[in-house]
């Protein structure tokens, strides 16, 4: 079985990382899938989707800060003129998808695991899809 | 239902990224899978799977002038001997696998999404396996 | 069909990437899978899975070192207090979670690749889920 659906989420920054796992978790429930995989996709070249604690907030801007050292947003050798060049680099070394076991229905996310948008090049609309199989 | 597919995909440079996209849509279609998930695989340790603009080519030239600036192909600590220390790096932070959305028997790619295979160090004879699930 | 083990790792150094591929291969006969697809899924945020080569040890000596280049542990801007921001921001650049072909009831791995579980702030209990679909 596999239940598909689309999430809308307008972002608000240049950069930022946004969690969606209350949501991801709402469209296993309605799936009903009790043991499978939850697979998460950004449909966008400039965001991506990853995983990683959100706890602390500081977690995320030391991570956006980090990415911004390894993959500058200014650089000279860079050709596309739209000025977003770092953020295709940026969701390319993130990637655009990840799959997450789901078990007696429920995302077996670790403790300290939440599921996060990562936008490199907002404000803009993005569209995130979430796959449950089971 | 999965059906499996590898592509045969020479490519002829040291680095470059190559866009597989309508050869998995192929793959898509022949399937006939109706709703599920399309897995692009790439079986090598110096060449990985990615998602990103094949609109101007020259976001492919700034993601991989990018990924130079962050994993320099010539660094003095590379301990291993063949001289592709910096691709099996490189391959690494990009990744080896997607995992598409198929609906209404095609891939829900965004408005701007190709699916690359990226070389890290060509050229050679690559293989990229396609799953579709439905 | 979906068959899903929890791998227990205990890590031992801060920095190593750990070789899984046999723990994964012993999951998927157990599954008697024959064709399908093999995730690999990482429960934790400051560890990631990855596939690269195993036959040199200098390889995993070289992509660590390339990521602390990429991703310095020890950055001014980090605000996260644990002293583990970059083993945050080098998890998600590597990515949590990897799906590889299962043909013929074996991993479809190619000639030179391992499945490498990534630890960047040991030594921990770690947990990996393999779910084998098929």
Redesign the interface.
Known sequence: M?H?QTLELPTTKKQEMIDITKRVRAVVSASNVQ???C?V?????TGAI????NT?P??Q???L???E???PHN?K?????EGN??A??K???????????V?GGKL??????AIFFCEFDGPRNR?V?V?V??
């Open positions: 596999f598909t043991n499978g995989l697979s996709f950004c449909g966008h070249t990853t995983i990683n604690e602390d500081d977690v801007t030391d991570i800060n980090a990415l050292r390894a993959v650089e050798y860079y050709k596309h003129e060049a770092h295709h680099a969701a390319a070394v993130i990637g655009f998808s990840e799959t997450v076991p078990q077996m996310l670790g403790t300290w695991q569209k899809t796959t199989m089971g």
